[in-house]
């Protein structure tokens, strides 16, 4: 057998195996779009993200840990960042296709779960179910940004949020022991009159703290402006007293020192960053605390004294609307605060860097979530590939018999490989030619009876001892079957893995006949 006899004989399978190939792409796409393989796989991944990785049978926190990481995800999913990757086509036309669609998923569903639930306790796990898991929706997104995924997990949990009531609080307690402190240094005064005035202007400085601090936990200003407003107040109470506070000279002076101590506590340049840290929880401390929600609720009732204040409320339904903190979630988010470089100006920017470690963890897991899916969906490939093989009598070693021995047919195929090849530039334009012109071509596949009687000729028949009946060669059954086998593989590799050969093939040929 000579070179270009082989090359043309490749040529010839490889064409059958790319024709084959297309088929069975848009078989599997769409299976894995009706059935939403993609998002699935995806739902599953985060899934299993939010339990802790791995599972041990033995673990007896498994359940528990299973059915927290599926509520949480669920709750993940109903968010808007998420629910917004969601597109879906508006309108009763688009209704009446998703309704229909949605019923094929269900009924597909529920004819597979039921295989498998029987296969299950056939082979002793009775509690092994299988569910539709978007039975409950239209849809879910397949893909989901590492950055949105971030930005929905710490919102889920109002990190942000519980970060400023937490600082509320302890700015509460902050203004208190200074108020508090002020007050005593007020005794040193000997006039009921400078008393009067002293604690007058106290007051005064104590309603625009409060301002402050509200301002604060309405979100319009940061903590370093709080501090810096605070400071201002204490001044022009310290001013006020110097100004307008007769008492005797030493009296004074010593009121005066008094009380430009008592700020220097607090508010001089070496202090000044110290009580910013002191009054901002750290990321650990807040991962704590969104574990324990009754901690919140004691926080949220020692910062605000009014609890019928729009403040209150809106912390407190921020508060009940969160969701329970799972273990190994939390301690997942406690391994990334390590990698956070703590001690910033703000917490925000602290929570900005954990945003950026969460991105990182996610892209990591979905990075081995796709490798899991890209072997699962070879293993359906496979079985597709091997379905279409039956369904079109593709058998290997037949076609390679027939393209060596029947030349017409050889040069046929072949000539029309090398049009295509050469007419389209990719791909999809070869997909699109091969289905509008496939029946110019004959080829050595389909269920017709001179194909099967090539396959099993009727010469090779068996006879059956002490009995008139003959049956095919079983030799020739079992060539057919691994002929499928071997086209059902092949048929798996893909259609572009077949039209990048084929091109190579090509321009073998190609360069060989121009010698």
């Not at 509460?172 to 005794?187: D, N, P, T, V, Y």
Request: net charge neutral.
């Amino acid at each position: 057998m000579n070179l270009p006899l082989v090359v043309d004989i490749a040529i010839g399978i490889i064409f059958v195996y790319l024709t084959l190939s297309l088929l069975s792409s848009e078989i599997h796409e769409l299976i894995t779009t009706l059935l939403q393989w993609r998002a699935e796989h995806l739902r599953s991944s985060i899934r299993v993200l939010l339990e802790g990785g791995g599972k041990s049978e033995i673990d007896p926190q498994l359940k528990q840990r299973e059915q927290e990481a599926q509520v949480l995800t669920e709750r993940l999913y109903s968010h808007p960042l998420i629910r917004s990757l969601n597109q879906e086509a508006k309108g009763k036309l688009a209704e009446f296709n998703r309704s229909v669609s949605n019923t094929f998923i269900n009924i597909v569903y529920t004819i597979i779960s039921g295989v498998y639930n029987f296969f299950s306790r056939l082979f002793g796990n009775p509690k092994a179910t299988l569910k539709n898991p978007f039975a409950n929706q239209t849809s879910a997104p397949s893909y989901i940004p590492s950055d949105t995924f971030a930005s929905t997990i710490l919102k889920t949990f109002q990190m942000s949020e519980v970060g400023r009531l937490v600082t509320v609080s302890r700015l509460e307690k902050f203004q208190a022991r200074q108020i508090s402190a002020l007050l005593k240094k007020g005794r040193h005064l000997r006039k009921p009159e400078s008393q009067r005035l002293a604690t007058e202007r106290l007051r005064e400085m104590t309603r625009d703290w409060n301002k402050t601090r509200q301002e604060f936990a309405d979100g319009g200003i940061n903590l370093m402006a709080t501090i810096d407003r605070m400071e201002n107040s204490l001044n022009s109470y310290i001013g006020y007293c110097n100004e307008f506070i007769q008492e005797p000279e030493s009296i004074k002076r010593f009121f005066l020192y008094e009380l430009n101590y008592e700020k220097d506590r607090y508010y001089n340049p070496a202090e000044k960053p110290r009580v910013l840290e002191t009054l901002r929880p750290t990321l650990e401390e807040l991962i704590d605390l969104v574990r324990d929600k009754p901690k919140i609720y004691q926080q949220l009732e020692q910062a605000f004294k009014d609890k019928n204040s729009p403040t209150y409320q809106g912390f407190k339904k921020i508060i009940d609307a969160m969701p329970e903190l799972p273990d190994s979630l939390q301690n997942s988010l406690k391994a990334l605060t390590e990698r956070v470089e703590h001690r910033k100006e703000s917490l925000e920017e602290e929570i900005s860097d954990l945003q950026t470690q969460l991105e990182d963890w996610f892209d990591k897991s979905m990075t081995r979530a796709s490798g899991v899916y890209r072997r699962n969906a070879r293993g359906i490939a496979i079985l597709i590939g091997f379905v279409i093989a039956i369904a079109t009598n593709s058998d290997t070693f037949f076609m390679i018999d027939s393209l060596s021995q029947n030349t017409v047919l050889r040069e046929t195929v072949s000539d029309y490989a090398q049009v295509e090849v050469n007419r389209s530039d990719n791909i999809e334009q070869v997909k699109r030619s091969v289905r509008d012109q496939l029946n110019d071509v004959s080829l050595p596949i389909g269920w017709n009876r001179d194909i099967r009687r090539q396959q099993i000729p009727a010469e090779q028949a068996w006879e059956i001892p002490a009995t008139n009946w003959r049956i095919g060669n079983p030799l020739l059954y079992l060539k057919r079957l691994v002929g499928w086998l071997i086209s059902g593989i092949a048929i798996s590799m893909g259609a572009s893995f077949w039209y990048d050969l084929l091109r190579k093939l090509i321009d073998v040929k190609n360069m060989g006949g121009k010698d």
